[in-house]
């Protein structure tokens, strides 16, 4: 059972598995149809699509009309049926990947652990490293019949915007955003109109957890880097723009042994929203 990570050549042993599921995230926030377009020109063979936002959120406010963020999570019953449409069971490996360096794809790997699915792993380095190690693409698309995967206690654990206004006062928990450091710092009004970050939180760009290759940093080089910034995964609190990328740091402190981290799925998209919600620069 993978996991975490998955190699390129690993995944290649096993492309044809009937138990294997395998799912490309590929998305441009610019662009939501770049990715479903990518898919149709050419994916890794028996893959599915999985659409950021048609597949992998939810409504943008509440039953109360409260804005929730850019990339809520959907309710929990409507993605283990969106699971189901994917053939995926109890027993199923699933395998996410994207041309990101997994930016997407921890999104659904999070998710997955969110309803209590553990096998499930981001292909490493993502379609580049595919590519790279020489083997090929599909334009076929084969739909799987019906799975019957059930939802099972969370692996994971989420914060609110509530939860997060109060750790203000009580310091319990670093917040650590997983944005570029010009958002992070309010530079990009482009992304985000109203720019800064939580007050008391730390940066670490998701790219930081990749090499060069964009394959992740090893276990001991990522458990080095992140105890600078978190003792404990468990004291601590993900957020991103909008709860995706924040994925990809909860994935690296996984590789790093270092389990636990929460992750604010409303974010900075949500929190801005609120103009009495305090900002810093």
Known sequence: MHTTLISAAELATQIHNPNWVILDCRHDLMDTEAG????????????????????LSGPKRGSDGQFLGRH?????????????????NDDTQVIAYDAHGGMFAARLWWMLRWVGHSAVAVLDGGLPAW???GHSTTTEFAPRARGHIGARPPLVSTVDVYDVMANLNSKNHLVVD???????????????PVGGHIPGAKN???????????????????????????????????????GVTACHNLLALEVANLPGAALFPGSW?????????????
């Open 36 to 55: 479903s377009n990518a898919f149709a020109a050419g994916h890794l063979p028996t893959a599915q699509f999985a659409h950021l936002d048609q597949r």
């Open 72 to 88: 809520p999570l959907p309710v929990r019953t409507t993605f283990i049926d969106t699971l189901r449409d994917w053939g995926i």
């Open 131 to 133: 590519l790279a190690a």
């Open 178 to 192: 997983a944005r570029a450091p010009d958002r992070f710092r309010g530079e990009n009004e482009t992304i985000d």
């Open 204 to 242: 670490r760009f998701f790219k930081d957890n990749l090499q060069a290759d964009g394959c992740f940093k090893s276990s001991e080089q990522l458990q080095q880097e992140w105890l600078a910034i978190v003792p404990k995964g468990e004291d601590a609190i993900m957020q991103c723009g909008s």
């Open 269 to 281: 998209s949500q929190w801005c929203s609120d103009s009495s919600r305090p900002v810093e620069r």
